[in-house]
C-alpha cells in the first residue's frame, strides 16, 4: 500500500521549472548555432562522424559555446554512453571509479564517451591516467577547456585528439539563439529593437549567458517594450572574458603591441582599453609600453623610450584614472613613431655570438697593462688612442683575434637611424681604409 501511495505521490508532484538554457537546448548537431566550421560537411567533426570514424578530442573555446551540447549529441549519434565529469571536483578516486564502469560496459558490448569538463585543470599525472584506457579503445575521450590546450595538456595525451577550436557565437548566432528562446516562451522580448541589440552585445559571445538575460527580461512584467536606457538601468552589463593570468591576458597583450609595430593608434587604443576594462593593472602596460619603445622603435625615435618613461612616472604619481591618460598618450606616440627593429636584432645577434665564442679573449692591445709582468706579456701593446687619432678615430680591432669581425647593427632608413647608418658607413670606410 505505502509503495502505491509512493507512486502516486511521484507521478502527482509536479515537475521543478527548468532553466531556459536547458529547455531549448539543441537535441541533434545540426540545431547546434554558431558552430558550422566544425559541424559542417566539410568540418573535421562532419567529416569524422560522415566516415564513422571519431577520434578523442579536445574542444577547445570559450564559454557558452556548445562544449557539452556538442559532446552529449556526439554521444548520442555514436551511440555511446554519455559519462561526464569535471576536473575541478574529480581525483584519482572518482577517476577510477569511471574508468572501471568504462571497462565494465565494454566488456559487455557498449563504449562509453568520457566528457572531461575543464580538462586543463588536471595534472600531469591525471592526464597520464587517460592514455591507457584511450588506447586500448576503453573510453572515447573528449575533453573540454577554455585554454591553450598547446600549453596545459600533456604532449600524449595532444597527440592522441584532435583539437577542435570552437568560436565564440557572433551577434547573428545570438539573435538565432533569441528567437528559438522566444518560441519557447511562446512571446517575443518586450525589447525595442535597439534594446534587443543591445541584450546581444552584453552576452558578449556566450549562449549561455545570453539566454540567462533572456530568461530575466521574460519574467518582468511590463506595459511597454524598454529601451536601451530602461535595459541598462535594470541589467549590468556582462564582464568581458578577461583571465589576468590565461590566454586571454596573452592574447590581448600581443594585440596591443603588434598594433603598436603596425603604427595603428586607433587599434592600439581599443586593445589598451579592452585590457583596463579587463582588470589589468596599469603597471603591467606601462612596462610592456616602455618594451614596445625599446623593442620596435630602438633609436630610430631616441626620444620613445623617454617619453614612455615619463609617462609612467606620471601613472605613478596621478594613479588611477588620470593616469592612465598618460599611458594611452604614450601609446600614441609610439604607434606614430618610425619604427626600427635593428638594435633588438644586433643585440640578439651578439649575444647568440658571445655563447659560441664565450671562451676567447680580448685582444691583447685593448688589454690594461697595471703589472711589469703584464706589459712583459704584451698586455697594451700597440694601443692607439682614438683622441689622437685623425677624427678620433684609429680603426683597430676590439674583436677577439679568433673571431671574424661581423656586422651586427644595421640601421634602417627611418628616423633618426637614419642619421646613425651615415656614420655606421663612414666608420666602415675609415676602418678599410686605415686597415683596422
Known sequence: MQDLFDTVAKDTTPEAPRPLADRIRPRTLEEVIGQDQVLGPEGP????????????????????????????????????????????FSGVPELKKVFDA??????????????????????????????????????????????????ELNAAV?????VIVLTRLTLADLERLAQRAEHEVGRPLPLTPEAREALLEMADGDGRALLNLVEQVMAWKLDRPLDVKALGQRLTRRAAKYDKSGDEHYNLISALHKSVRGSDPDAALYWFGRMLEGGEDPRYLARRITRMAVEDIGL???????????????????????????LAQALVYLALAPKSNAGYVAYKMARDLARKTGSEPPPKHILNAPTKMMKEQGYGAG????????????????????????????????????ELKKRVEWFAKLREKRGG
Open 158 to 162: 595532444l597527440s592522441r585528439s584532435q
Open 45 to 88: 567533426l562532419g567529416a569524422m562522424l560522415a566516415s564513422g570514424s571519431l577520434s578523442s578530442l579536445i574542444l577547445w573555446g570559450p564559454p557558452g559555446v556548445g562544449k557539452t551540447t556538442i559532446a552529449r549529441l556526439l554521444a548520442d549519434r555514436t551511440d555511446l554512453t554519455f559519462v561526464q565529469i569535471s576536473a575541478i
Open 300 to 326: 630610430a625615435d631616441p626620444e620613445a623610450q623617454t617619453h614612455c618613461l615619463h609617462a609612467w612616472e606620471t601613472y605613478e604619481r596621478l594613479g588611477s584614472p588620470e593616469g592612465e591618460l598618460a
Open 383 to 418: 694601443y692607439a688612442y682614438d683622441h689622437d687619432a685623425e677624427d678620433a678615430f684609429s680603426g683597430q680591432n676590439y674583436f677577439p683575434e679568433g673571431v671574424k669581425r661581423p656586422v651586427l647593427y644595421q640601421p634602417v632608413e627611418r628616423g633618426f637611424e637614419r
Open 102 to 151: 568504462a571497462k565494465l560496459r565494454r566488456s559487455q558490448g557498449r563504449g562509453t564517451l568520457l566528457f572531461v569538463d575543464e580538462i586543463h585543470r588536471f595534472n600531469k599525472a591525471q592526464q597520464d591516467s587517460f592514455l591507457p584506457h584511450m588506447e586500448d579503445g576503453t573510453i572515447l575521450l573528449v575533453g573540454a577547456t577554455t585554454e591553450n590546450p598547446s600549453f
